[in-house]
Every structure is written in C-alpha cells, then in structure tokens.
C-alpha cells in the first residue's frame, strides 16, 4: 500500500468513543447533517437512534426537531404539519424536499424526449389517441402552493391536462400495456373504464389522504374545464364561472390553497377563478 491508501484503510472510530462524549456536543455535530445522514446516526446505534431514559426524542430526531424549529419560516410551518406517525426526522426531511426547485420526478408512458432539465418536458405529439403523463413528486400537506407551466406548441391547441393527483405510483405493479393499455391516464380512469388501474391506484391509499374522495383533478388545455375522479365511479366533467381553454402557446398556473379548499387557475399571469374547491 501507498501511505495515502495507508491511511484511508484505517478502521472506523469505536461508537462507544462517541456515545461517550457530551450529549450538547453531539447535537451540535449532528445539526450540521442533513435528513438522511441523521437517518443513518440513528441507525448506527441505539444511543442515537432510541431515546434516554427521561428523553422525549432520540439524539437524532432531537437534533432534526431543533433544526427544523430553527429554520422554517412560518409560510413553511403551514405547508408543514407534522403527521401522527411522522418522525422529526421525516418532517425534517418533507423540508429539505419543499426547498428543493420543483421537477418531473416520474415520466409514465412513451412520447417524451430525453429530459435535459428536470423541469422541462418535450413529448412528441405523434399520436393523439395516446396519453403520457409527467409527475413531480412533491407531496402538499397544508398551505398555499403556486406553479406555473410554460407550455409551447406548434399546434393550432394543446391537448394537455394539469392538475393534482394523490401521492401514488403510476408504474409500480402498474403494466404500460396489460393495466395502462399503452395511455397513461390517471384522470380518464374509473373502476368502468380501467378496473385493473382503478383497483391498484385506490390500494395504495393511506390514512394520510383524510376522508376526500378526490383523487384527481386537473384543467383541460382543450376548453378550460375541469375533471375529476375518486378512480371508481365515473370521472365528472364541468364548466366553471371563468373557465378558458388555453389555445395555442401560454402559461398555466395552478394555485391550491389547502387552508381555503380550493384550486385556482391563471393564465398568462391572469386569474380566471376557482376551478374546484377542494374536498
């Protein structure tokens, strides 16, 4: 060996040399890990991972809550709040993933180019019997949440919905062509129309998602209106006081207001009104 590969095979420090340091030093080391390092503090030993005696929190989540308390504002707070069995370290994680620049975490079906950025989506419109769809995996709790989409075609109109969808895998245990049958639609699906994808979509349901049956909901580019679905019955599809298609090349901006219960659109930084009030 070489010194340098000398040194680099030295042998971990003895966790028992950490445990045994003062507790106020090892929050503060730990208060310069993000989520997933405290994650792995936790499991690395019960002295951090398992709260002491007289403790409310384990060293790890103690270190997440005091973090999380330290540096998020109070618009993050109400987008924010803690689940019953969320850990600090989770909730402290939900907020690492609520500053980060939103993108498309899922590209379920065929059509899309490769992504260059992850905000930005091209999808080859060969043929319009064909559904794909883009999915960003941020996951809204409580607040208000604004995003714009820049949308640019060379067509006449877009045949584009945008919406909100529950927390759900598209793809897992989801066959493109047996379940999907090649279009991926979660908006068009009901237990009528897709009883394989309707039946998996509302099995990954937790106790996260409340008593709404609201599963779906987007703003059809075509004529403004908007559809919705609990993926059983069938989809509902209505006007609303302000309702406008999108035509050719524009921007979409969706506005969901947990707090009020509602989900408003804008175009070209215009409002046009509330699309649905939210269950």
Known sequence: MQPRDSKRARPLPDPTLLEA?????????????????????????????????????????????????WSATDEERRRLPKHDDESDIGLYRALEQL??????????????????????VTHADADLRVWSTAVSGNA?????????????????????????????SLTKDIDLEADWRGSVFPI???SRSNPAVSEKLRSQRTAKWGDSDNHCCSYSSYDGRCRGTDWDTEVTNYEWHGHEGLGGSATIGLLLDLDEGTLSV????LRLGVM???D
């Not at 007289?54 to 005091?66: D, F, K, P, Y």
């Not at 490769?114 to 930005?120: C, D, F, I, S």
């Open 266 to 269: 804008f175009k070209n930084h």
């Open 140 to 168: 809204m709790r409580g607040g208000r949440h604004f995003v714009e989409f820049a949308i640019t075609t060379g067509a006449q109109y877009a045949l584009i919905h945008l919406g909100v969808i529950r927390p759900v």
């Open 21 to 69: 340091l003062d507790s106020d030093l090892l929050l503060r080391c730990a208060s310069y890990l993000d989520a997933d390092g405290l994650a792995r503090l936790g499991r690395a030993s019960a002295a951090f991972g398992t709260p002491q005696a007289g403790q409310q929190r384990s060293l790890a989540n103690e270190a997440a809550h005091q973090r999380f308390q």
């Open 188 to 190: 068009g699906v009901s």
């Open 276 to 278: 649905k009030g939210v």
């Open 99 to 120: 500053r980060e620049p939103l993108m498309f975490d899922v590209l379920a079906g065929s059509g899309f180019s490769p992504q260059e950025n992850p905000a930005l």
